[in-house]
C-alpha cells in the first residue's frame, strides 16, 4: 500500500517549527503565504482546507518544502513569491529592488492626504527613489487625477519600476537618472514630493538578514549619518515644488529631529514629524 499523501496541516506545521527555529518574526504567515503561493489559494483558503484536513499532492509538497527551505535562509518572503502588498497593490518585486514595507503605507498615506487637498484638477506629484515604484503608484490609483513623476537611479530596481507601472496602467513617467538633477522641466509645478530614500549611517548594520542580506545598498545607505540623500533631496525639492507645496520624507526612528533642522536650515516652513503605526517617528514633513 502506497503512504497517504501528507496533509496541509502537517506541512505547515513542520514549516512553522522551521520557521520559529530560523527565528523568522512571523512563521505562522509566511507558512500561510507560501503554502497559498504553491497552491494558488487566497490565505484564508489555505486556513479551510488545514482545518478540514485536506490532503497535499506530492509534487505540491515537494514545492512547498522548497520554498520553506529558501525562506529558512532568510530571503524574503516577497523574492520568494515575487510579490509584495503594498495599501491596494500587489507589487513585483525581486533581486536589486528594495522591498516596500508595511510602515511606508503610512508614508504614502500622508502624500495622498496632501496631493487630495490641492485645489488643482490635475495636480502633479513626485517620488524621489521609487524604487519598485510603491510610493508613486500609490498616488497614482489613490488620487487617478493626479499626474505622477517617479525617479530612479538604479538600473536594476527601474526594470521593477517599469513592470509595476505596467502591470497597474497608472499614470506614473519614470525617469531612470540622480533624483539631484531630474526632472528640471517642471520645476516649480509640483505640490507635494515624496521620498523613502537611503537614510541608514554607514556604521550601523541593519538588525534583520532579509535588509542586509538582499535589499540593494544603494537602497539602503546615506552616508556617514544617514542624512546624504536627504540634503541632495532637501535642496531638489525646493526646485520642484510650488510654493505651498507639501514635501515628504521616510526615515529611521532617530532622525526626526536632525532632519527638521536640516530642513529649517534650507528654508522650509512648518516641518513636522509624524509616527507609523508602531508609534515609532517615520516620517517628517515641510512646506515649501
Same mark, same amino acid.
Given at each position: 500500500m502506497?503512504?497517504?499523501h501528507? *496533509? ?15 527565528e ?19 490565505? @484564508? ?7 478540514t484536513?485536506?490532503?497535499? $499532492? ?6 512547498? @518544502? ?51 487637498a490641492? $485645489? ?6 513626485v ?12 498616488? $497614482? ?7 505622477v513623476h517617479a525617479v530612479?537611479?538604479?538600473? %536594476?530596481?527601474a ?11 497608472a499614470?506614473?513617467?519614470l ?12 520645476? @516649480? *509645478?509640483?505640490?507635494?514630493v ?8 554607514? @556604521? ?10 538582499f535589499?540593494? $545598498?544603494?537602497?539602503?545607505y ?27 520624507? %521616510? ?35 515641510a512646506?515649501?
Amino acid at each position: 500500500m502506497s503512504s497517504p499523501h501528507p *496533509t496541509i496541516a502537517s506541512a505547515l506545521g513542520s514549516a512553522r517549527s522551521v520557521f520559529s527555529e530560523a527565528e523568522i518574526p512571523s512563521p505562522e504567515v509566511d507558512a500561510l503565504l507560501l503554502m497559498g503561493h504553491v497552491l494558488g489559494l487566497s490565505r @484564508g483558503e489555505v486556513l479551510v482546507k488545514e482545518l478540514t484536513g485536506a490532503s497535499l $499532492a506530492p509534487r505540491d509538497a515537494e514545492a512547498f @518544502g522548497d520554498l520553506v527551505a529558501r525562506r529558512a535562509t532568510r530571503e524574503p518572503l516577497q523574492h520568494i513569491t515575487g510579490l509584495a502588498p503594498f495599501r491596494s497593490l500587489e507589487l513585483h518585486v525581486g533581486p536589486g529592488v528594495f522591498v516596500p514595507r508595511p510602515e511606508t503605507e503610512g508614508v504614502a498615506q500622508i502624500a495622498i492626504d496632501a496631493l487630495r487637498a490641492v $485645489a488643482d484638477p490635475s495636480p502633479v506629484a513626485v517620488d524621489l527613489g521609487t524604487g519598485s515604484g510603491a510610493l508613486a503608484l500609490a498616488m $497614482a490609483t489613490e488620487v487617478p487625477n493626479a499626474h505622477v513623476h517617479a525617479v530612479e537611479l538604479s538600473p %536594476e530596481a527601474a526594470v521593477w519600476t517599469q513592470r509595476n507601472i505596467a502591470a497597474t496602467g497608472a499614470r506614473v513617467d519614470l525617469v531612470v537618472g540622480d533624483m539631484g538633477t531630474s526632472l528640471q522641466d517642471i520645476d @516649480g *509645478t509640483v505640490s507635494v514630493v515624496v521620498s523613502n530614500p537611503p537614510y541608514i549611517p554607514l @556604521g550601523m548594520v541593519p538588525r534583520d538578514p532579509e535588509v542586509r542580506l538582499f535589499d540593494p $545598498a544603494l537602497a539602503l545607505y546615506g552616508g556617514d549619518d544617514g542624512l546624504d540623500v536627504i540634503r541632495s533631496l532637501s535642496k531638489r525639492a525646493l526646485g520642484l515644488l510650488m510654493p505651498g507645496g507639501t514635501l515628504v520624507i %521616510e526615515h529611521g526612528e532617530q532622525q526626526g529631529p536632525a532632519i527638521r533642522a536640516l530642513l529649517s536650515d534650507e528654508g522650509w516652513r512648518a516641518a513636522a514629524t509624524h509616527p507609523d503605526f508602531t508609534g515609532r517617528d517615520r516620517a517628517t514633513t515641510a512646506l515649501r
